[in-house]
């Protein structure tokens, strides 16, 4: 099989692995921190401005595969600090609207590139 993948412009990979692989009609995208910006800006200590960036991130990705937020089905949240959950959430529900996908949140003991929110989706064309 061949993969069907898709990479966004502005989003850098912090290892070997895709944006996102389509398979059938969903569209699995890889867990994105704010330090997979290409610009590279350190956002440790707002988790607020992490989670935005994290966003922007994904939907680049989603853009790449010619979808939108509309197109989520699911989204998985790791913290490194459960404190944060709050402030997460309040950033989460400006970039979807009801009904939202369905959703996980779990704490995590670290994440790469000192990041301290990721965020992954599944879509479905």
């Known amino acids: 099989m061949v993969r069907k993948t898709h990479r966004a412009k502005n989003v850098t990979a912090s290892g070997p692995y895709s944006h996102a692989v389509e398979a059938d009609n969903l569209i699995f995208l890889s867990g994105q921190t704010a330090m ?21 991130n994904l939907f680049e990705v989603l853009d790449s595969a010619s979808l939108t937020h509309e197109d989520v089905v699911k989204v998985n949240v790791y913290l490194t600090d459960m404190n944060h959950f709050s402030s997460m959430n309040e950033v989460y529900k400006t970039y979807f609207n009801e009904p939202y996908p369905a959703r996980t ?3 995590v003991l670290a994440l790469p590139l000192g990041a301290e929110v990721e965020i992954e989706m599944i879509a479905k064309r």
């Open 36 to 56: 997979n910006a290409e610009t590279g800006v350190n956002l440790q200590g707002d988790i607020a401005e992490q989670t935005k960036q994290c966003f922007t």
């Open 105 to 107: 949140c779990v704490a």
